[in-house]
């Protein structure tokens, strides 16, 4: 087991360019989520995934995020035409997917926007 | 979700208990309280859970009141690396829309 991991660390990107970020969870963990964190505030949920399907995603900031898991192991959450705004810390975290369900979070991808 | 309610920050003696409260008053009968923590520009590292009992595990006890609509994590001898944002949550089991508030931030003092 070696726990959550992300990639990139860190990204600076120039406004209105395409970023992608990477999240492979615990190998037998089915759940797998995406948060975004700003300076001072606590993880603010975006999407999950069950397996390879997307169950929830109506907390995505907008149109320009997306987010797939497509053979239900590693994902990836892309934002287009990124904004000043975008800037902040994405984090990923895995579960079982059981009741009571823990979830293990990775060392998250911190986006600048110039 | 359950909402809940955090003191914005504390502080605590090296070597002291460090008691953290939680208000949870809308928590349903199934949804368990979570505490995580997280040390500056890392991810929230999980501490433990529970849903009725108190419980109890390596790093900390957390005690649920009878009524369940608060609790209180207890680091039993809080040390300099104990100084951290410390969360609780009661995410929905149904939903899974996890909420996180702002936490409370404890500075472990010398």
């Known amino acids: ?8 660390r860190h990204k600076i990107t120039k406004r209105g360019q395409n970023v992608t970020f990477r999240c492979d969870p615990i190998s037998e963990h089915n759940r797998l989520y995406w948060y975004r964190q700003t300076l001072g505030q606590g993880p603010e949920f975006l999407t999950y995934f069950q397996n390879e399907a997307q169950l929830e995603k109506s907390r995505l900031l907008s149109d320009r995020f997306s987010a797939e898991r497509p053979k239900g192991s590693f994902s990836t959450l892309e934002i287009q035409r990124t904004e000043q705004g975008d800037s902040a810390m994405y984090l990923c975290a895995s579960s079982q997917g059981f009741s009571g369900d823990t979830q293990y979070f990775g060392p998250g991808t911190r986006l600048t926007v110039l | 979700d359950a909402k809940t309610t955090q003191p914005t920050s504390m502080d605590c003696a090296e070597g002291r208990a460090a008691n953290l409260p939680c ?3 809308t928590i349903s009968g199934n949804e368990y309280v979570y505490w995580y923590r997280q040390i500056h520009s890392q991810g929230p590292q999980y501490i433990i859970h529970g849903l009725k009992n108190n419980e109890t595990n390596e790093m900390a006890s957390l005690i649920i009141t009878e009524d369940r609509k608060s609790s209180t994590l207890i680091l039993p001898h809080a040390t ?3 100084t951290a944002v410390y969360y609780c949550i009661a995410p929905n089991t149904g939903g899974f829309k996890t909420i996180f508030g702002a936490g409370t931030r404890l500075f472990v003092k010398a």
Request: avoid cysteine; aromatic fraction near 0%; charged fraction near 30%.
């Open chain 1, 1 to 8: 087991d070696t726990g959550v991991s992300q990639d990139p």
């Open chain 2, 23 to 25: 208000n949870h008053s």
């Open chain 2, 80 to 82: 300099l690396r104990d």
